[in-house]
Every structure is written in C-alpha cells, then in structure tokens.
C-alpha cells in the first residue's frame, strides 16, 4: 500500500507545469481580488476536465494581465499559454492556436438604458459617442474606423472599470468583442437596469485557448484531449451555469 501510494504520489508531482496567463473575462474566466480565487467557466473546463486529459498541471497566473502584456510574455516565451485569445492571422503566425475555439463572442456595445441608442446598422450611428475599451486589445471590423472615439484603459480588469465609468458618465458606452463577457460583468454589479447591450453589425469571432510556438505539441495535446472530453458540448454546458442567456 506504502509502495503505491509513493508512485501515485510520484505521477502527480512529475506532472508538466503549464504557466497560463489570464484577465478578468466574465464568464469564462472570474477573478476575485480580495481573495485571489479564480473560477468561470473556462478555469473549470481547463482544470476539471483538459488538463487531466492532457496530463499536466496548469500554473495559472497571480494576478489578471491586460492583452498587450499577455502577448508580450508569449513571444519572449516567458508564459507557455494564454487562456483567451482572439483568433486574428497577425496572431496566429506567432502563437499557436488550438485547432477548435472553445466559444464565439459576438462584439456588442453597452449604454445607459435613457441613451436613445436602441440599434446600430452604420458606422455614423456611434460617431458621437465616447466608448471606453482596453488598450491594444480585438477590435472587430464594425469598430476599426478611424473616426471612432475611444477612451482606453490598461488594466487586466477592464470590463468592470469601463463599465463603472459609464455609470459616473465619464463614457458614453463600452465596447466589448464578446457579449457573453458583458452580460455577465453587467449582472456582477448589479447593472442590469442600467445598461442596453446592442450587438453591432459583425460575424462572431473565435475564442481560443494560445501556446507559444514552442510549445506546439502542448497544443496538439490540449487538441487530443478537447476531443476527448466532446469539448463543444460540454463548454456550452459549463457556461450555462454562469449565464442563462446563450452569447
């Protein structure tokens, strides 16, 4: 019994250590400053379930990271992973991307509920308006015009801070590329009837979990054990219990 409690034990602590780096990203991923416990639907899709499969031990983070930083970290080769990256080709020439996305964000804007702003079909339609947004971070098409105003802030917790400036009237809305995260971060503080989330004219962009190049066969075995656990299936079954409206 002694004997293989020793190799039990053994396998566990030989097991890969995969640092991962995060941002606050309701549902997917929550982060809580106080305690510094992290959770969402992604962190236990990851923990429970991938990394198991994959045999290895995730080390995720101490703090959330903004975007610019977590890309930074992945070409210098500082960090292995990134749990939330948008697929863009500028992007996947650098990192490796998982071969399927774990969720489609489709890219919204929050406003005060009295804005008279209810859709949004041309770009003239949010030209007067300030938007708040994190810097350097996935902008959709809709929203690369030049003539868009927006007010950034670099931090890795910048739902909750934009959406905190629109209540003071510091911005006139939020702009976020995945309507699940905002839907979410709007109910954390108990901002549901206060802010209208209006989708804009763009197709859904993928949600993947990134390696750096280097760590390529880590990714084939995060493919390997995606397929394993039915991965679509059950990411839409775990983000269900953090969010009743589909994204």
């Known amino acids: 019994l002694l004997f293989c409690c020793i190799i039990l034990t053994s396998g566990i602590s030989s097991a890969q250590e995969v640092k991962i780096a995060f941002?606050?990203?309701q549902p997917h991923?929550?982060?809580?400053?106080?305690?510094?416990?992290i959770s969402?639907?992604?962190?236990?899709f990851i923990e429970q379930y991938i990394a198991p499969q994959m045999g290895v031990?995730?080390?995720w983070g101490s703090t959330p990271t903004n975007v610019p930083r977590q890309?930074?970290?992945?070409?210098?080769?500082?960090?292995?992973?990134?749990?939330?990256?948008?697929?863009?080709?500028?992007?996947?020439?650098?990192?490796?991307?998982?071969l399927k996305p774990f969720a489609q964000a489709k890219a919204v804007l929050g406003v005060l509920s009295d804005n008279k702003l209810t859709t949004i079909n041309k770009i003239e339609d949010i030209l007067h308006l300030k938007i708040g947004y994190a810097t350097n971070n996935y902008l959709s098409p809709f929203m690369r015009d030049d003539r868009i105003k927006f007010e950034f802030v670099f931090t890795g917790e910048p739902n909750e801070h934009n959406l905190k400036k629109l209540k003071l009237g510091r911005i006139d809305a939020v702009y976020l590329p995945d309507k699940a995260g905002l839907?979410?971060?709007?109910?954390?503080l108990s901002m549901e009837k206060m802010v209208n989330i209006i989708e804009l004219p763009d197709s859904p962009a993928d949600l993947h979990v990134v390696f750096t190049k280097k760590n390529k066969k880590l990714a084939e075995r995060y493919n390997n054990a995606y397929q394993k656990v039915d991965g679509d299936r059950l990411y839409q079954k775990l983000l269900s219990e953090y969010l009743d409206?589909?994204?």
């Open 183 to 188: 839907l979410s971060e709007i109910r954390l």
């Open 40 to 44: 969402g639907a992604l962190y236990t």
């Open 245 to 247: 409206i589909k994204p």
């Open 23 to 25: 941002f606050q990203a």
């Open 71 to 98: 890309l930074n970290l992945l070409e210098n080769e500082k960090i292995d992973a990134s749990a939330i990256l948008i697929l863009t080709k500028t992007r996947e020439k650098k990192f490796c991307f998982t």
């Open 57 to 59: 031990k995730f080390i």
């Open 29 to 37: 991923i929550v982060y809580e400053s106080g305690s510094g416990k």
